[in-house]
């Protein structure tokens, strides 16, 4: 999978955010964007995810063949988790499991292996609303073990996380991009050794 931009622009409300960005992602690499509070990090993030439009430029998702991801294919092809955590705070967490996985089409039998992964076991039968920050923030992060999706779109993945979580991440990440995943990161802390960077905040 290869993920390319060329020229890209975008608004937000009257205002223009970035305009252009250039980047080529490839299978097994990672893009860190770095820049600061509404130089249109999240933005970035949701025009890849094809949650908002494009004002210039050209945004590119292919698969193996070179062929472009539109639509109902490219929204299988990633995970989109952003800064807000949407917990229902009726819903007991192992609920919570179970909706993403009806809603990702991931077999039951995922929800187990997330539940591991991201250390929940000791607080599958609270509801959202009783929840840390911290813990909010690692049900979130278990979509990316409930379904295999090649490209991740992660939005300050680090915020609230303490270091056995950020370490959790990590690994996972380090295991997504070995396989030949990609990721797309928004960070205002060094992410993953901020391999290939983007600075947003200039480029408007």
């Given at each position: 999978?290869?993920?390319?931009?060329?020229?890209?622009?975008?608004?937000?409300?009257?205002?223009?955010?970035?305009?252009?960005?250039?980047?080529?992602?490839?299978?097994?690499?990672?893009?860190?964007?770095?820049?600061?509070?509404?130089?249109?990090?999240?933005?970035?993030?949701?025009?890849?995810?094809?949650?908002?439009?494009?004002?210039?430029?050209?945004?590119?998702?292919?698969?193996?063949?070179?062929?472009?991801?539109?639509?109902?294919?490219?929204?299988?092809?990633?995970?989109?988790?952003?800064?807000?955590?949407?917990?229902?705070?009726?819903?007991?967490?192992?609920?919570?499991?179970?909706?993403?996985?009806?809603?990702?089409?991931?077999?039951?039998?995922?929800?187990?292996?997330?539940?591991?992964?991201?250390?929940?076991?000791?607080?599958?039968?609270?509801?959202?609303?009783?929840?840390?920050?911290?813990?909010?923030?690692?049900?979130?992060?278990?979509?990316?073990?409930?379904?295999?999706?090649?490209?991740?779109?992660?939005?300050?993945?680090?915020?609230?996380?303490?270091?056995?979580?950020?370490?959790?991440?990590?690994?996972?990440?380090?295991?997504h991009l070995e396989t030949?995943?990609?990721?797309?990161?928004?960070?205002?802390?060094?992410?993953?050794?901020?391999?290939?960077?983007?600075?947003?905040?200039?480029?408007?």
């Amino acid at each position: 999978m290869r993920l390319v931009a060329e020229g890209l622009a975008a608004l937000r409300g009257e205002r223009i955010v970035f305009r252009n960005i250039a980047f080529d992602v490839g299978a097994g690499q990672a893009l860190v964007l770095h820049g600061p509070n509404g130089s249109g990090k999240t933005t970035l993030l949701r025009v890849i995810a094809g949650l908002l439009g494009v004002m210039a430029g050209r945004l590119g998702l292919f698969d193996d063949n070179g062929d472009a991801l539109t639509d109902e294919r490219r929204d299988q092809s990633l995970h989109l988790i952003g800064h807000q955590d949407a917990l229902r705070s009726q819903l007991r967490i192992y609920e919570t499991l179970q909706f993403h996985a009806a809603l990702l089409g991931a077999p039951v039998g995922k929800i187990d292996e997330a539940i591991d992964a991201w250390g929940l076991a000791p607080f599958i039968d609270l509801g959202g609303g009783l929840l840390s920050a911290g813990q909010r923030r690692r049900v979130s992060l278990a979509r990316l073990t409930l379904q295999h999706r090649p490209l991740w779109l992660l939005d300050e993945p680090l915020v609230a996380l303490d270091a056995l979580t950020r370490s959790r991440l990590n690994e996972a990440c380090r295991k997504h991009l070995e396989t030949g995943g990609l990721i797309v990161a928004a960070s205002h802390e060094p992410f993953l050794g901020d391999r290939h960077t983007l600075s947003l905040g200039k480029h408007i």
